[in-house]
């Protein structure tokens, strides 16, 4: 009977010591997880300064990245407000990124800006935001249309309202008054 338990615990211990071959692997030089580490649904976030809110941005859905970024995967919506109560202009896109270390956003696909003061919109596909500076850019194609015009080039420089910009490089104005 011992010699039975013997065999047995001498079984065991062969069946551990294979099943502990080279399984063992470096936790570094695994391939890591990138996407996001957390999605929001139906996002509203409001920038206020001194209690008053300036800027409203939505979005249907919002990714949380480790290094501090956020994705507007399916598209965002920006209101810019004066005196925290008057829509100035908005700016609509069918994605968006936002590089939280530079405070910086990078809007893309049928990027549309208003300004809801002047009756002027700006089309483009690519465009930068710097909350910080209070700035709109980009080096792309721009289309610009005024109640009096249609402004076409390529670039431009603006504050965050629309309400002055500059084309770096006019390519075409065609008049809308008959």
Known sequence: MPRSIFSVLIALLALLATSCGTDLRD???????EGPFRETANVLT???DSAKVMVRLQSPMQEDYENGDVVFPDGIDVEFLEEGERVTSTL???YGKQERNKDLYLVRGNVIVHNLQKQEKLETEELYWNKAKAQIYTDKFVKIT?????LMGHGLEANQDFSNYRIK???????LKE
Request: proline share 8%; glycine share 4%; net charge neutral.
């Open 27 to 33: 936790p570094d030089q695994e391939k890591k997880y």
């Open 46 to 48: 409001l920038y206020s």
């Open 92 to 94: 609509r896109a069918n």
């Open 146 to 150: 005024t109640p009096e015009e249609i």
């Open 169 to 175: 490089k006019v390519t075409g104005v065609f008049s």
